[in-house]
């Protein structure tokens, strides 16, 4: 772990509240200009970490206080993120840059980094999102090449298997966006949060439409977030 304090933080709220980690890529054309950025007080953006492609992995901002790293985003109906959440930046050129997949080095330190925050504060499955999860209208990291299966098989967040055989050719629409606002998502714009949905959930085809593939997953996602919602409840 190395340290290089961001001058961009503030206070959390009262009391604080830690229960939500937010996953980024940086999308910038190099670690060491993103590191620049999360560090520039003019640029009045930071996270907590940055994890490199070689796995080395940066403290900006201290986990008791807030980063500025969701901007304006939302999830479950609930706004101004950054004062629960605690933001990892993850090294990647991106979509503009030359969007790539993310090397093992790099998801092993991630890995880690998101168990040990876990362990440190009480951040339920279904509240470890993407920054396109909460701001679909504006962002699209980390991406679909990100290994959100191999986060959930260490126990971070959520992947339910797919079903296996081909999806019904009808689309209950009313339920498929029962299910997209019940899992979390509030776009304004369906397409937005739908294909949001798709990066993350359904990566082999992400063009917004809630297609009968999209309809079943939606349904299975959902199913898998109330469960875990339940035995978060009954442990609490």
């Known amino acids: 772990m190395r340290t290089r304090p961001s001058p961009n933080h503030g206070a959390r709220g009262e009391p604080p509240r830690i229960d939500m980690l937010v996953l980024h890529y940086t999308g910038m054309r190099s670690a060491g200009a993103a590191l620049d950025r999360l560090c520039d007080p003019a640029a009045r953006v930071s996270a907590h970490y940055l994890v490199e492609e070689d796995g080395a992995v940066w403290r900006l901002v201290p986990e008791e206080r807030r980063a500025f790293h969701a901007g304006v985003s939302c999830w479950c109906g609930e706004r101004d993120l950054n004062f629960v959440s605690i933001g990892v930046e993850i090294a990647n050129p991106g979509h503009e840059w030359g969007y790539r997949p993310f090397p093992e080095a790099q998801m092993a330190a991630v890995e880690q980094l998101c168990r040990d925050i876990l362990a440190r504060h009480p951040i339920p499955a279904d509240r470890v999102v993407g920054h396109a999860d909460i701001a679909p209208e504006r962002k699209t990291d980390p991406g679909e090449l990100f290994d959100w299966p191999r986060l959930a098989r260490a126990g971070i967040g959520l992947w339910p298997e797919p079903a296996?055989?081909?999806a019904s050719a009808a689309v209950d629409l009313a339920a498929a966006r029962a299910d997209l606002a019940a899992i979390g998502y509030c776009a304004a714009v369906e397409e937005a949060a739908v294909a949001a949905f798709q990066r993350r959930?359904?990566?082999?085809?992400?063009?917004g439409c809630i297609d009968p593939p999209t309809a079943r997953r939606?349904?299975?996602?959902?199913?898998?977030?109330e469960a875990a919602r339940r035995r978060n409840r009954q442990l609490s």
């Open 164 to 166: 296996a055989g081909a």
């Open 201 to 207: 959930f359904r990566p082999s085809l992400i063009n």
């Open 218 to 225: 939606l349904a299975e996602v959902h199913a898998a977030y």
